[in-house]
Nanobody, 124 residues
Framework: QLTLVESGGGLVQPGGSLRLSCAAS????????IAWFRQGAGKEREEIAC????????RYSDSVKGRFIFSRDTAKNTGYLQMNSLKPEDTAVYYC?????????????????WGQGTQVTVSS
């Protein structure tokens, strides 16, 4: 069974940093388009970062651009989201997901394997 497991969430003060991990099992993470989503309380789930397998490019939402960085470790079959300069509005459950499409999609249904989510809380 194809699975993704996120980790690395927690409580951090405003201005702090966290690194989330997305570990893949039973498939090669690098062979897919990989996205990070988040969902705050009472809000819709939003895509915040996406790596396109087709061209190796990464796109970020305006809300995180310049603060969050996506990376991958092929040997560990794991993706990462480095989150810097965290703000209270970054508080959310963060999910990683993969798609067989070559490029990032605006349609969540394109992502067919999802992790269970990890909570990030930014508060003083």
């Amino acid at each position: 069974q194809l699975t993704l497991v996120e980790s690395g969430g927690g409580l951090v003060q405003p201005g702090g940093s966290l690194r989330l991990s997305c570990a893949a099992s039973d498939f090669t993470l690098d062979a897919h388009t990989i996205a990070w989503f988040r969902q705050g309380a009472g809000k819709e789930r939003e895509e915040i970062a996406c790596f396109s397998f087709g061209d190796g490019g990464t796109r970020y939402s305006d809300s995180v651009k310049g603060r969050f960085i996506f990376s991958r470790d092929t040997a560990k079959n794991t993706g990462y989201l480095q989150m810097n300069s965290l703000k209270p509005e970054d508080t959310a459950v963060y999910y990683c997901a993969v798609s067989d499409l070559l490029y990032c999609s605006d349609y969540e249904g394109s992502y067919d394997v999802w992790g269970q989510g990890t909570q990030v809380t930014v508060s003083s």
